[in-house]
């Protein structure tokens, strides 16, 4: 029976596809191969549509560096990124606090990379994502092997309140940031043209704001 499913499935195929050296077969294959580049093209779009937040101590201009460097290697590969640096120049004219400025971070950015640190700036972040929970999914916490394994056996709230958690040694941690940042931007790149092509999420008229899910938690 399956083998005759698969026959027939065959003979009705090669009834609707044209010899491959006729004009009719090569416009098909453009036909097609047109379609697969737009779609291809579409999704290179959402991607670099995507932005991601480079969080972490920079209480000190090597803290800085670390982070701009990081920010750079997203950017070469793809992916947009900005450091929390730029947003605190809407401060010196808008007259934000920082939570505000933090708020409207976390509302921009479709991934927030989370490094451990001891910085007050830091400690502060954490400190708002703890109060603002929705965010939580967003974020990719890196943390030190050593430090991580004194706390999992007994995990604080600092640890408790990222999902997801990402080791690392000293020295691997750019290489860690692009694997992971890349892996989840893609990913919601294809849940967003996934979601387009059904009429949900940003094109579903109720879509709610990230700034709108926020106000509805303050309220």
């Not at 004219?93 to 708020?103: A, D, H, R, Y």
């Not at 893609?186 to 009429?199: K, P, T, V």
């Amino acid at each position: 029976m399956t083998n005759d499913y698969f026959a027939d499935a065959k003979k009705r195929l090669e009834q609707q596809i044209p010899p491959h050296d006729t004009t009719q077969f090569t416009e098909m294959r453009n036909k097609i191969r047109a379609a697969l580049e737009k779609q291809e093209n579409e999704y290179l779009l959402t991607v670099r549509s995507l932005k991601t937040l480079v969080l972490g101590d920079w209480n000190t201009d090597e803290k800085k560096q670390l982070l701009y460097r990081l920010r750079n290697l997203l950017l070469k590969n793809g992916l947009y990124a900005e450091t929390i640096a730029g947003y605190y120049e809407m401060n010196k004219k808008g007259g934000l606090t920082q939570e505000q400025i933090f708020g409207t971070c976390c509302a921009r950015h479709q991934l927030i990379v989370f490094i451990d640190g001891t910085g007050t700036g830091t400690v502060t972040e954490q400190n708002y994502l703890n109060t603002y929970y929705i965010f939580q999914g967003k974020v990719i916490f890196f943390i030190k092997e050593e430090k991580f394994d004194k706390l999992k056996d007994n995990p604080s709230e600092y640890i408790k309140n990222f999902p997801t958690i990402i080791t690392y040694k000293n020295g691997d941690l750019p290489e860690k940031i692009l694997i992971y940042s890349r892996l989840r931007i893609y990913r919601l790149a294809e849940i967003i043209q996934r979601q387009a092509a059904i009429g949900k999420g940003l094109k579903n008229p109720k879509y709610e704001t990230w700034e709108k899910r926020v106000k509805n938690l303050k309220q």
